[in-house]
């Protein structure tokens, strides 16, 4: 049986080498997004979601090493999750946008 050839030009992610770099960079952008919630959240709000990120993060070194192609969900997840902790604090707790 012959192998599957692609079209020419067209290269397929390899999640295994690269996930673990896209899921960095996502969650170095929930970092920017939870230190950006300042300015509006009270420190202890703050403090919160970077409890919540740091849960993400070792989530995110153990899997690196066991199947780093599944780490770019966990960049995804966190950026969910930000939006729920900011959700239950503007509509449950009184944070002011």
Known sequence: M???TRAPGRRRVDLD????WI???GLLAVLWLVVSTTLY??????VLHLLVLAGFV?????RVR????ST???AAAAFLAWIAVNAVGVGLLGWRL
């Not at 070792?58 to 153990?62: F, G, H, K, T, V």
């Open 41 to 46: 959240a009270p420190w202890w709000g703050v």
């Open 17 to 20: 080498r690269t996930g673990p």
């Open 72 to 74: 770019v969900w966990i």
């Open 2 to 4: 012959k192998p599957a």
């Open 58 to 62: 070792a989530l995110y070194a153990r």
């Open 66 to 69: 066991v199947r780093p192609a």
């Open 23 to 25: 899921a960095a960079i």
